[in-house]
């Protein structure tokens, strides 16, 4: 007797649970569990990094990440406004901007400003200001598309209302359709805040004293020191102890908006 659609689904699903169970029982009783605890999570390696993982490398990275979503933060705003102007050299120019910025890697972005401006203007940068604009100026290029994205699913009713009300065109933009297009890009400029916070782990290329420090660098030092893959396991779960809350933040504004909307 042939099956129903529904006893067709329940078989192919139970045989994908049997494969799942099966491959992971493969993995636990070929694993060397002894081994993997020596080179992934040896607990006196780790008990070695603290507190310094966290007063130093943790701090800094969470310091390197919030200068660098400021400025970026502002910077996009300012290109989004150019990008949505009617004079066309402010679009051009914004265009040219987001287009470079998010066409080179923030790796040639970092070289380009810890050695190449150094080098030509004969300039020395202070670390927080080069991991600031460097950061900056890349996550600048992505939040303005995005804020010009909040900004255009304002309706256009909103700055209507207020220019018939009296509003100049910068008043009703600052007053009634930036605060409205903010509302609506929240999660995706959190998700660019988390991705900031990955790219801070170029700041190594900069050549860093001991308090100056972030995570990956920390645990890149302490791998060469103790022959351990065991600092980057806690470089990544310090990533996490960042990234983890901030990723519910996205999801609970994320509800929050389409609960609004």
Not at 200 to 205: D, E
Request: charge should be positive; hydrophobic fraction near 55%.
């Amino acid at each position: 007797m042939a099956m129903t659609r529904r006893q067709r689904t329940r078989v192919i699903r139970t045989l994908q649970y049997a494969v799942l169970v099966a491959v992971l029982l493969a993995v636990v009783l070929a694993a060397d569990w002894g081994e993997l605890r020596r080179a992934f999570f040896d607990v006196e390696v780790a008990r070695e990094l603290f507190p310094d993982i966290i007063a130093t490398a943790l701090v800094n990275t969470v310091v390197y990440t919030l200068f660098g979503f400021g400025f970026g933060l502002v910077l996009g705003l300012v290109l989004a406004l150019m990008r949505l102007s009617q004079v066309p050299p402010y679009r051009w120019l914004s265009i040219a901007y987001i287009e470079f910025f998010r066409g080179v890697p923030a790796l040639l972005v970092f070289i380009s400003l810890g050695f190449g401006v150094p080098l030509a203007f004969q300039i020395a940068l202070d670390r927080y200001v080069t991991v600031m604009l460097a950061l900056g100026l890349v996550g600048a290029a992505y939040m303005a598309e995005t804020i010009r994205a909040g900004i255009q699913a304002v309706p256009k009713g909103q700055l209507e209302a207020a220019r018939s009300l009296g509003m100049s065109q910068a008043r009703a933009m600052v007053s009634i359709i930036i605060p409205q297009a903010f509302r609506i890009v929240l999660p995706p400029l959190t998700n660019e805040l988390i991705l900031l916070t990955k790219d801070s782990s170029l700041v190594y290329l900069l050549g860093l004293s001991l308090d100056q420090y972030e995570l990956a660098k920390f645990g890149r030092d302490a791998l060469n020191q103790h022959r351990s893959l065991t600092p980057i396991m806690v470089a990544g779960l310090c990533y996490l102890l960042i990234t983890l809350p901030l990723g519910d933040l996205v999801r609970r504004l994320e509800a929050r908006t389409a609960k609004s909307r």
